[in-house]
Structures are given as structure tokens and as C-alpha cells.
């Protein structure tokens, strides 16, 4: 069964500060991937998506995600974090051989202190 | 642009009772999903449908039932709600089932 990590469970940072968020999945073959962000008391929203091509996705706000194949990675990141940023962030993957479902990760919960 | 809307935001049950959470979205995507979420454990999938008539488990479908009857509409039954099903319920759609799904505002579920 495809599994997925997200190995920071909580981050703190300052305005301004650079953010990496790590995600690793356990399928070897090819993959979907997602990043979503929910703000707080709202539903999920999708951040960015890679299915095929450039392994480095831009989304929407700044964010950028990598994909490492290599390394079974998917991290997020954003050069610059503002307040605004303060959210939950789940990376979701759908392999191709796990038939239609999305597998998501644990979470990581931001906190940017203005 | 209604999309998908969840019924009702918030709920409270005892345990026992039976409780049917309503998913419903306005694109006519085939794949219909409901997730729990709670902490520690992200989202979970309960069950999935693919087209009307056509549902599939996900990872923790015991003490859940589905229905498709109709594309539009994915309810989600706790057929005697139980307090470790107190979570939030997250219903979604998509095109096709690994494409990006889009999710609804989730329901506040708590079993006293």
C-alpha cells in the first residue's frame, strides 16, 4: 500500500523566513502528487500539482514544490513566508497502480509569527 | 458556483444513533470521495465512488455506508454513530480519481 510522510509535524517561523516542507511517499512507480493547504476553519485547497514534466511546479502564492525522484520527495517551498501563510499542509499522492485514491499525509501545521 | 457543499456544518449525536452527513457538488465529476480528518493522522478515505451506483472502500469504512444513486449527491450514513467517530468529515469530487480533487467545507462531527 502507498504511504506518505510528512516528517515535520509543526513549524514556526518568522515573517519573511524561507519555508521547506518535507513529503516522502513509499510507491516506486509513477505518481500523481499534490500539495493542498487548508486555512484555518476552511476546507482543503489544492496549492500545486506534478503529473509528468518539469519535476520543479510552480502553484499559486509563491509556492514551488520539487520532485525528486529519486529520493521518493515531493517537498514544498517558498522563499519568503508571510502571516498569511499560517495553515495546514497536506501532500496527497495517487499511484498509479492504487486505483483511484488519493493517499495524504499527516500534515504539517504552519505558524508564521508577523 | 456552488461546487460541492456539505450538510450540516455541525452536528451532535449520541452514540447509537444513526447519522447521514449530505455531499453534494454542481460539476458533474464522476469521482466522489469522503475523508475524515483528524489529528495526527491527516485525511483518511472512508469511501469512494466512481460513477453513480459504483462505490469502493477506502481505508476506514467500518461503521460507514454509502449510496450513489444520483451523480450529484455521495451521502455518507454512520449507521450507530460511535465516539470515536467524532471527527471532521471532508466530501470531495474529481474528474477522474487521480486528478485533483476539490473539497467541500466539511462537517463537524462530535458523538456524545
Known amino acids: 500500500a502507498q504511504s506518505v510522510s510528512q516528517h515535520n509535524h509543526h513549524v514556526i517561523l518568522s515573517e519573511a523566513a524561507s519555508l521547506e516542507l518535507g513529503c516522502n511517499y513509499s510507491y516506486g512507480g509513477t505518481v500523481n502528487l499534490f500539495w493542498y493547504v487548508q486555512y484555518p476553519g476552511q476546507h482543503l485547497q489544492l496549492l500545486l500539482k506534478?503529473?509528468?514534466?518539469?519535476?520543479l511546479v510552480k502553484g499559486i502564492k509563491g509556492f514551488e514544490a520539487e520532485f525528486i525522484k529519486s529520493k521518493f520527495s515531493f517537498n514544498l517551498r517558498k522563499p519568503s513566508v508571510q502571516w498569511s501563510d499560517t495553515a495546514e499542509y497536506f501532500c496527497?499522492?495517487?499511484?498509479?497502480?492504487?486505483?483511484?485514491?488519493?493517499?495524504f499525509g499527516g500534515g504539517t501545521r504552519l505558524m508564521v509569527k508577523p | 458556483d456552488a461546487g460541492i457543499t456539505q450538510s450540516p456544518r455541525y452536528k451532535i449525536t449520541e452514540t447509537g444513533r444513526q447519522v447521514t452527513l449530505m455531499c453534494h457538488q454542481t460539476?458533474?465529476?464522476?469521482?466522489m470521495f469522503w475523508y475524515r480528518q483528524d489529528l495526527g493522522h491527516g485525511l483518511r478515505l472512508i469511501y469512494y465512488?466512481?460513477?453513480?451506483?459504483?462505490?469502493d472502500k477506502g481505508e476506514v469504512p467500518d461503521g460507514y455506508v454509502v449510496s450513489r444513486s444520483k451523480t450529484e449527491n455521495f451521502p455518507l450514513t454512520l449507521e450507530s454513530a460511535t465516539r470515536s467517530q467524532t471527527s471532521v468529515y471532508f466530501c470531495?469530487?474529481?474528474?477522474?480519481?487521480?486528478?485533483?480533487?476539490?473539497f467541500g467545507q466539511g462537517t463537524r462531527l462530535t458523538v456524545v
Open positions: 465512488s466512481a460513477a453513480a451506483d459504483i462505490t
Open positions: 506534478y503529473f509528468s514534466g518539469d519535476p
Open positions: 470531495a469530487s474529481s474528474v477522474r480519481g487521480n486528478t485533483e480533487a476539490f
Open positions: 496527497a499522492v495517487n499511484a498509479n497502480n492504487a486505483g483511484n485514491m488519493l493517499t
Open positions: 460539476w458533474s465529476h464522476s469521482y
